[in-house]
């Protein structure tokens, strides 16, 4: 199923971006379906370099799998700007991943953000700022 077809099959009004997670989609994604993701991190410095907008509390969010189609629909209820080393446990929970432990959490996303870094001639240190969110699934394909 197409984005569109899943946004217009779920009645919401407004409107949507649609996305997979950077790595593992389909893992990632499928912890969104099973409610134990509920949060995600991304690099600050890659929404500067873009110039896209921060993600705002009441968007709506297609995630879409490996190949490329509409799995649920996320609305966006939290959005913060941390640095790295200040993310807390409690973020690590929400993302849902590994162990759930903070120390999970670092190793793995340290490894991301500095290749996600790199593809823009940026370095990673423990100060780089994330852009850290958390949401809720609303819809899910039957």
């Known amino acids: 199923m197409t984005a569109e077809e899943l946004w217009k099959e779920s009645g919401l009004d407004g409107t949507y971006e649609a996305w ?32 896209e907008p921060l993600p705002k509390a009441g968007q709506y969010s297609i995630i879409l799998n490996s190949k490329e189609e509409a799995v649920c629909i ?3 209820i939290k959005v913060y700007v941390t640095e790295f080393r200040n993310v807390s446990k409690e973020h690590a929970f929400k993302e849902g991943e590994g162990d759930r432990t903070l120390a999970y959490w670092r190793k793995v996303h340290e490894d991301f953000l500095i290749n996600e870094l790199a593809s823009v001639n ?3 240190d423990e100060n780089t700022k994330v852009v850290c969110e958390e949401f809720e699934l609303v819809y899910k394909t039957n």
Do not use: G, M, W
């Open 122 to 124: 940026r370095t990673f």
């Open 20 to 51: 997979s997670f950077a790595q593992a989609p389909d893992k990632l994604a499928d912890l969104v379906l099973q409610k134990i993701k509920t949060a995600t991190c991304s690099a600050y410095d890659l929404y500067q370099i873009e110039n």
């Open 74 to 76: 996320i609305k966006t």
